[in-house]
């Protein structure tokens, strides 16, 4: 098995080098070629912060680098991307914790409920602290990868057949997540029956009533028209859906000091870039949908006192993450609750 993987990969990476090499063929005297992979299509988040990049790093180098972007599907699954970008053939990606956790159980932390704080400037501040990016650093530096940004995309927004407000409201209720055993034991605590599900067959899920609700970003769930299926937008903000952006630590050390300080300079740039510009496709995408269907019932916030009975149900999870993560999980998420706590007292970098 372990061969036909590598097999597999071999070909990919075949693949990759074929299709650069016609849509961007490398001459003598050409561009160098940067790859960078992304988990989600065209137009999202995810695209919009390798397009700038693309954009700043094409144009600080004067044209000496040129940069691709493979949008999700165009190189495989996430966990085929992750293992190109330590083969090198790809140089940078996008790595959400969802799929990293097989490798690296630490940055599961992302995934827990009421980690995080309600307010996403304080949040920002917080996934930047300066003791849990190191922290984070050597766990990523372990594996091949060096972590330059850790981002949110926006809040987690429940799509749902009926109003949910407090975890009673989810008996019964068949809700749609991603394989995490973290997410499964976060909605279980609250009463629903979680239901993993493939992406691309969550609208047909949710339009023969196999599934009763899901959870994705705005942008995404505009993207996929899940609205159109589903009669409720509960937005509980209970955590947001975060990212990170990698790059092959062989790749980065083999550059010259220029090149390493071009790479520095665009990412310390792109962290208020992607900050504003997921708060305006969140925005942006809201509007869409209200525009296409009126008729939605949209709660945009839970009252605290809500908030707290799904807060108080999730609190178990953190338990079940210190037991699969060990004890540098615990140090991570511990590093994480005291960065919320520094940025909403205003301490934050």
Known sequence: MRKRILLCLASLSAAVFSACSQEAPVLI????????AIEETAGSVQDAYAQRFKQLIEEKSGGEIEV???????LGTSDQVTELLGMGTVQFAMASPGHLGTLM??????????????DPVANEAALNDPDLRKEL????????????????????????????????DFAGVKMRVMTSPLLLAAYEAYGASPTPLPYGEVYS????????????????IQEMSFYEVTDWMISPRHA??????????????SLPPARKKLVDETI???????????????????????????????????????????RDASMGVRDQFVRMAGPRG????????????????????
């Open 105 to 118: 159980p630490e940055v599961q932390v992302f995934l827990l409920h009421f980690v995080l704080s309600d």
């Open 68 to 74: 691709s972007i493979y949008p999700y599907g165009t």
């Open 240 to 253: 947001p859906f975060i990212t990170t952006a990698v790059t092959n630590e062989g790749f980065y050390q």
């Open 330 to 349: 615990e140090k991570v998420l511990n590093l994480l609750l005291r960065a919320v706590k520094r940025a909403k007292a205003g301490d934050g970098q």
């Open 268 to 310: 310390a740039e792109l962290r208020p870039y992607i900050f504003e510009e997921q708060q305006r496709y969140n925005r942006e995408r809201m509007d869409l949908i209200l525009e296409r269907k009126p008729g939605l019932q949209v709660v945009d916030n839970l009252s605290a006192e809500e908030r707290a009975e799904f």
């Open 205 to 220: 899920g949710l339009q023969l009533h196999m599934i009763d609700g899901q959870v994705n970003p705005v942008f995404a």
């Open 29 to 36: 005297g050409g561009p160098e070629q940067w790859r960078f």
């Open 137 to 168: 650093n050597v766990i990523y530096g372990e594996k091949g990868l060096r972590l330059l940004s850790v981002y949110s995309e926006g809040w987690m927004v429940w799509t749902t057949q009926k109003e949910i407000r407090r975890p009673v």
